[in-house]
């Protein structure tokens, strides 16, 4: 029986066994931002230890950053406050910093990959939820709590216990106007947002080796919510293609071994798995969340559920919960639910190829009016990528605020958040109570393109009709 | 390094109602600015007990009735979402010392435990027993143990607990903070770093 990549990564970075049974692991690339970092420091401080090993830690930052204007010091003072403690600590301690003076800031998890700090076979670590989407490379990647960054600055490692993997194998061609988000998302509404306790999620099959690196992290990105702290796909071509020649990357005769390397780490043919869930690309439809939770959704020309039909009473109360919260009724169509602000970014969504994507079916529409529409670059890289393409003019010119790179209005603890029950329309995460910024702020999350539709009608839509996707 | 042992936790028991609760709930993500984690204790579910006019919503715990409460009663799938430690720490500061649930997501499991809280699981129809119980007589007096894994009241009613066998050794051997054994181990990461494949490979990346 051959080993999974999961499998192979963890043995190769088991340092030891710990006398509780978990294992000390340890981790390869370590990425800290402002706001779950510096308090690590902190601890650091107070048991007089030193950073093990500075040169596998990189700093950015990115979830409190104001996008509209990134001049120092922010007008926030207690975000000033995280940066400059964040600033000191890498200085301090030798830390790499890819600040807005480095060209290179952005959300951590676009600014990895671009780097090349992103490889397969690593373990990566970071004080955020998301770092699963590091996993597009064949990386065992995983968010970490404050207490485990500092674990990971002083040991360089980290304690676990083994996860359980799930393959979850995806086959088919996706229609058209049917994105990675839409997979994801389908993936979730399936198995439920805490199926993945315990699990890795390796993704397979023909519609997954088809998607590009960018699909890739989009599809991994958002693994965590479906409770799987660890999301992956094997390494191939595309991986590799993708990696050469980034800042950070193995070069000249490295490269060679790097590939070798890389080329033995993909799990085996015969791997074994603890579990298996298959599902039809052909079945997937442009998807929608209409809930208070990301397995809340549907497909767009579908109605919201009835709780009377619901399998078990918690899952039921969780229905009639969503319902009033998002002021939705059972039974109506999600199709022409009016929205008043659009987002399009975040670690989820916030690459280049998202905005081209966009770009092209946005010429000549605009925005409806009483639509508050946003596009956020993840990164420096993006946004300098995007403006030469002209890319940031078609959003403009469709009525869209294009602003500097940062996790805007995902987290929404920088200045842009929806105001009272406003409804978002978000190429975002996260649709829970509150997490855009207003505790009565309602989310819809859905592909850029449809985020991009909504903008146009002012209402929920189905991207292939508004744009004419598909046709001809 | 050893820590306070936590084999058994004793105490009055408030429910907060909720599927999938998730670490924005918790503590909301504009709480998430500071360098410390001192004053998340009044923040804990802050948006689910206070209205934008500041005004008390009639949250359980705000009801004088748990106001002595030290263990939190929760749903299924609690502390979904985000990595905040921020969620664990306020809830650890508001003077929680154990949590039960149905069930916890995996992130937020792992920081409590770092942090001393027991996180246990209970089937459900018991954990609705137990809920039932509680919010019928608030001075029920409930109790976590860890050696037995029992949860019980003091008016007859009990329960298998379960949790990851890890977090029960490392809590009632008093290893809950992982750094001591960690650091224990930091030579051997040093070596193990060492013949790491990817440390091989010279790039701009000085590890390389």
């Given at each position: 029986?051959g ?8 043995d ?11 294992t ?11 706001v779950t970092?510096p ?5 650091l401080?107070d048991?007089g230890?030193?950073v ?10 990115d ?8 001049r120092?010091?922010?007008r ?7 940066v ?10 030798g830390?790499t910093?890819?600040?807005?003076a480095s ?5 951590v998890?676009?600014i990895?990959?671009e780097?090349g700090?992103?490889q397969?076979g ?7 939820s998301?770092?699963?989407t590091h ?5 065992i ?7 485990q960054?500092?674990?990971v ?5 980290i ?5 359980k ?7 088919g ?21 805490s ?13 997954i080796e ?5 699909e ?5 990105n ?9 999301g ?13 020649g980034r800042?950070?990357a193995?070069?000249g ?9 890389w ?10 798995y603890d579990d ?12 929608v969340?209409?809930?208070?939770n990301p ?10 559920p009835v709780?009377?039909?619901a ?6 109360s969780?229905?009639e919960?969503a ?12 199709e ?7 987002f ?13 994507e966009v770009?092209?079916y ?9 639509v ?5 670059p993840?990164s ?5 990528a995007?403006?030469?393409e002209?890319?940031?003019q ?7 605020e ?9 987290i929404?603890?920088?200045p842009?958040?929806?105001?009272g029950g406003?409804?978002?329309?978000s ?32 209402a ?6 508004v ?6 | ?9 004793t ?5 907060v ?14 709480f ?10 009044e ?18 715990l705000?009801d004088?009735?748990w ?17 905040r430690?921020?969620?664990p ?8 010392q ?5 069930s916890?997501?995996e ?7 770092t942090?001393?809280?027991?996180c246990?699981?209970?089937?459900r ?6 809920a ?9 007096v ?6 037995e894994r ?16 890890g977090?029960?050794q ?21 070596a193990l770093?060492?013949?790491?494949p ?11």
């Open positions: 029986m080993k999974s990549l999961f499998d192979k990564v963890w190769l970075h088991t340092v030891c066994r710990l006398p509780s049974g978990d000390q692991l340890f981790v390869g690339l370590h990425l800290i931002h402002e970092s308090q690590a420091f902190g601890m401080r048991l230890l030193p093990l090993m500075p040169e596998r830690t990189f700093a950015t930052i979830h409190i950053v104001p996008t509209d204007n990134h120092r010091p922010f926030d003072t207690l975000a000033e406050g995280m400059e403690a964040l600033e000191k600590a890498c200085r301090e301690h830390i910093f890819f600040d807005r060209g290179r800031q952005g959300i998890h676009i990895g990959p780097l700090l992103t397969p690593l373990t990566i670590a970071c004080g955020d998301h770092t699963s996993g597009a490379f064949g990386a990647a995983l968010g970490i709590g404050t207490t960054v500092r674990d600055l002083a040991t360089q490692s304690k676990l216990s083994r996860l993997v799930r393959r979850i194998e995806v086959s061609r996706l229609g058209p106007g049917v994105y990675a988000k839409d997979v994801i998302l389908h993936v979730i509404r399936h198995l439920g947002v199926a993945g306790t315990g699990y890795a999620y390796e993704y397979g099959g023909s519609t088809a998607f590009d690196m960018e890739r992290m989009t599809l991994c958002m693994s965590v919510e479906g409770g799987a702290r660890v992956y796909v094997n390494p191939d071509e595309k991986t590799f293609a993708y990696l050469k800042p950070y193995p070069s005769a490295s490269w060679e071994s790097a590939l070798g390397f080329r033995s780490i993909a799990s085996d043919a015969d791997a074994r298996v869930v298959r599902f039809d690309a052909a079945e997937i439809a442009p998807t969340t209409w809930g208070i397995g809340q959704a549907i497909s767009v020309k579908e109605r919201l709780p009377e039909e399998r078990a009473s918690a899952d039921r969780l229905m919960e319902f009033g919260y998002m002021k939705l009724a059972p039974g109506q169509s999600i022409g639910t009016p929205i008043g602000v659009a399009i970014g975040s670690c989820t969504n916030g690459r280049l190829s998202d905005f081209r770009a092209k946005l010429r000549g529409k605009r925005v409806a009016d009483g508050r529409a946003l596009a956020v993840g420096m890289e993006v946004a300098r995007a403006i030469s002209g890319l940031d078609v959003f403009r010119e469709a009525g869209f294009w602003r500097e790179p940062g996790c805007s209005m995902c929404a603890i920088n842009d958040q929806l105001r406003e409804v978002c329309a190429s975002s995460n996260r649709n829970f109570k509150g997490r855009q910024g207003s505790p009565t702020g309602r989310t819809l999350l859905m592909s850029p393109v449809m985020v991009a539709a909504a903008a146009v009608k002012g929920v839509a189905d991207a292939r009709d744009f004419a996707i598909g046709v001809g | 390094m050893t820590l306070r042992k936590i084999e058994r936790v105490g009055i028991a408030v429910h109602p909720g599927e999938d609760v998730d670490t924005d709930r918790i503590i909301p993500g504009r998430l600015k500071c360098v410390t984690f001192d004053a998340l204790g923040q804990l579910f802050y948006d689910a007990r206070f209205a934008p006019d500041g005004s008390k919503k009639g949250h359980p705000d004088p009735r106001a002595r409460a030290n263990v939190l009663i929760a749903d299924r799938n609690f502390g979904c979402g985000s990595s430690e921020h969620a720490q306020a809830i650890a500061k508001r003077g929680f154990a949590l039960i649930a149905e916890f997501a992130i937020f499991f792992g920081n409590a435990t942090l001393g809280l027991p246990v699981s209970l089937d129809p018991l954990l609705d027993q137990l039932l119980c509680v919010e019928r007589r608030p001075d029920t409930v109790t976590v143990d860890l050696i029992v949860v019980s009241t003091d008016d007859g009613f009990r329960s298998p607990l379960t949790i990851a066998e977090a029960r490392a809590l009632l051997a008093g290893r809950w903070d992982p750094i001591g054994e960690l650091l224990e181990g930091r030579d051997q990461a040093r770093a060492a013949t790491l990817y440390a091989r490979f010279p790039a701009r990346w000085s590890l390389y």
